[in-house]
Nanobody
Framework: QVQLVESGGGLVQAGGSLRLSCAAS????????MGWFRQRPGKERELVVV????????LFGDSLKGRFAISRSNANNTVYLQMTSLKPEDTAVYYC???????????????WGQGTQVTVSS
């Protein structure tokens, strides 16, 4: 099992920035990819960005590259989501995910955090 704990959500004005963190513990060696999905009101869960644990590649959701960035710390098994130029349509619950697969499909991930709310006001 892998446990994921997110932090860093909150309320921010449009145009602002926010950084989310996700700390992994447990059998982290079993995860090849880790990253972020989000669920906007009335929408299905969608890819934000994921990264291969060896850092070789990243996979972004549509139109998010350039405003969002992902980084990781192997030392403390943590991934970070840096969000800039936030828009009201970025308002969502953001979930950390990890798993053996590297995919845009949330069903491919084995482990999930509890989610953290990000609200962007206009």
């Amino acid at each position: 099992q892998v446990q994921l704990v997110e932090s860093g959500g909150g309320l921010v004005q449009a145009g602002g920035s926010l950084r989310l963190s996700c700390a992994a513990s447990g059998r982290t060696f079993s995860a090849n990819a880790m990253g972020w999905f989000r669920q906007r009101p009335g929408k299905e869960r969608e890819l934000v960005v994921v990264i291969k644990w060896n850092g070789e590649s990243t996979l972004f959701g549509d139109s998010l590259k350039g405003r969002f960035a992902i980084s990781r710390s192997n030392a403390n098994n943590t991934v970070y989501l840096q969000m800039t130029s936030l828009k009201p349509e970025d308002t969502a619950v953001y979930y950390c995910a990890a798993g053996r697969s590297y995919s845009f499909n949330p069903d491919a991930y084995d482990y999930w955090g509890q989610g953290t709310q990000v609200t962007v006001s206009s």
